[in-house]
């Protein structure tokens, strides 16, 4: 299968791309822009940005400047933690659509679960959803517990819940609720940054699969249906971490995979970031 082709269905209906670069710290501007540029011509159609990367401007002007068409790519951003709050977010929310220059947002998320104020950070993306500026809304970094608070209330289930995940942190209690409930895990830090690419058993995968350490652990993601968003401003490793579509870890390589997990964040735990 193409990377373009391969994609999830959200629990409101549309599809999300089972692939996306992510921007995080590539540079407003040029840098983010070919970026962009040389994911879209490798078959990526999701680009995950935030208003805290400070590059929504480059983000929006690689969109509209891409060899393909606005609709056929998939955009997402995220509230920052000093925005958060009912009247705050929509202000926050306008912010990011005029530096993006796009009218609709593919997928707008609640940067981290502040807490006193996520749940009025929700009723604002609910309302945004419904007037039909966003086409989908859900949260990052939300454990099980700020999932089960933020549903005490909402109308919409979120579509996604974006966390740190790798072979070193698998989630699995967290991954089984968001399917139970309908949400959707994406995957960032997919690759942690490269720090676990000379790990002996991600090295024998790499030679027994004739792949790249990123292009196995991309590909284990595939597998658990996690959409991923690795990070590169490099084109050979941008169009490297697209070709994961075409080979399959067996089953028994998926599970000495996920026996890697030791509970390890290199980031901030949602519990207690600052
Ligand atoms: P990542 O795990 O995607 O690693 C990116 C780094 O790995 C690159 O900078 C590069 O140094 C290296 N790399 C990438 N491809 C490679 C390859 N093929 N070979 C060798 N090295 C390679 O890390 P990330 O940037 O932290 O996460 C990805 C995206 O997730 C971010 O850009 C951002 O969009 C999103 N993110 C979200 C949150 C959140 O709180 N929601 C937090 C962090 C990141």
Redesign the pocket.
């Known amino acids: 299968m193409k990377p373009e082709k391969a994609a999830i269905t959200l629990n409101n209906g549309i599809t999300i791309p089972r692939l996306?670069?992510?921007?995080?710290?590539?540079e407003d501007g040029s840098q983010v822009i070919s970026a962009i540029h040389e994911a879209v011509k490798a078959g990526y159609r999701l680009i995950?940005?935030?208003a805290v990367?400070e590059n929504e401007q480059g983000v929006g002007e690689a969109v509209r400047t891409a060899d393909i068409s606005r609709e056929e790519l998939f955009v997402t951003t995220?509230v920052w933690n000093d925005r958060q709050g009912y009247e705050e977010t929509l202000a926050a929310f306008e912010e990011s659509r005029e530096k993006l220059g796009l009218d609709v947002i593919d997928l707008y998320?609640v940067?981290?679960p502040v807490t006193g104020k996520f749940k009025d950070t929700w009723r604002a993306l609910e309302k945004l959803y419904k007037e039909g500026s966003v086409r989908a809304i859900g949260v990052?970094?939300f454990n099980i517990h700020h999932l089960e608070t933020l549903l005490e209330d909402a109308e919409v289930v979120p579509a996604v819940n974006?966390?740190?995940f790798?072979p070193l942190l698998t989630l699995p209690e967290l991954h089984a609720y968001c399917r139970e409930k309908g949400i959707q895990l994406q995957?960032?830090?997919?690759?942690?940054?490269?720090r676990i690419?000379n790990d002996p058993l991600i090295q024998e995968l790499s030679v027994k699969y004739g792949r790249?350490?990123?292009?196995i652990i991309l590909r284990w993601d595939v597998q658990k249906e996690v959409v991923t968003?690795?990070?590169?401003?490099?084109p050979?490793?941008?169009r490297?971490?697209a070709q994961i579509f075409d080979f399959e870890l067996n089953a028994g390589d998926m599970e000495r995979i996920d026996a890697m997990n030791r509970h390890h964040r290199f980031?901030q735990d949602p519990d207690t970031f600052v």
Do not use: C
């Open positions: 996306g670069l992510g921007v995080y710290k590539a995950d940005t935030a990367y995220k998320l940067h981290w990052s970094n974006q966390m740190e790798h995957a960032w830090s997919p690759l942690t940054r490269g690419f790249s350490p990123a292009q968003i690795p990070k590169s401003v490099t050979e490793r941008i490297e971490n980031s």
